[in-house]
């Protein structure tokens, strides 16, 4: 039997203010989130986003930039469209937004999440993991960074020279 891992399994795991995590689903093996737990949605920054259709499925195609300042590595992802939403910034400009799905791997804790999908050019992280996506059992740490591990952070090294992604 496969034990169930994530929050509400360990009332004493702790998170810091930003992690690195992946999202198995979407094939992102490691990408750098800030926790924000003033955020209701999480958010994942996005390129060339593409709905499409698969028989009876709203799906999108979309690129990531997996880490901030490096366009030469860049991810391509496909997913089911859960939801539509309009989202509200931190600068208070509403957004619709599609909500797609995936695990999360958070150090050896991982569930299911709903992120939005948008472009965070601009912001110094390429993810956000909002309040709801963090559950009841997760507490956050905002005086820790990196307290589920940096063992994702060597993901893209050893393949990462310039146009070899």
């Known amino acids: ?3 169930k891992t994530g929050p509400g399994t360990d009332p004493q795991a702790v998170i810091g203010w930003k992690e690195w995590l992946a999202l198995p689903d979407l094939g992102i093996p490691a990408i750098k989130a800030k926790i924000d737990t003033g955020a209701r949605t999480s958010a994942l920054h996005t390129f060339s986003l593409e709905p499409f259709t698969r028989g009876s499925l709203t799906m999108v195609r979309f690129g990531i930039h997996p880490l901030q300042k490096r366009r030469d590595i860049a991810l391509f992802c496909e997913a089911p469209v859960v939801d539509r939403r309009r989202v509200k910034d931190s600068g ?8 797609i799905a995936s695990a999360l791997v958070l150090g050896d804790m991982h569930w299911p999440i709903e992120i939005t999908l948008t472009n965070r050019d601009a912001m110094m992280f390429r993810m956000l993991l909002g309040r709801t996506a963090l559950k ?20 893209y090294t050893a393949k990462t ?5």
């Open 92 to 99: 208070g400009h509403s957004e619709m937004r599609y909500v």
């Open 161 to 165: 020279k310039k146009g070899d992604v």
């Open 1 to 3: 039997m496969k034990k």
């Open 136 to 155: 009841d059992n997760v507490m956050v740490d905002p005086a820790r960074s990196y307290a589920a591990g940096r063992k994702l952070s060597r993901t």
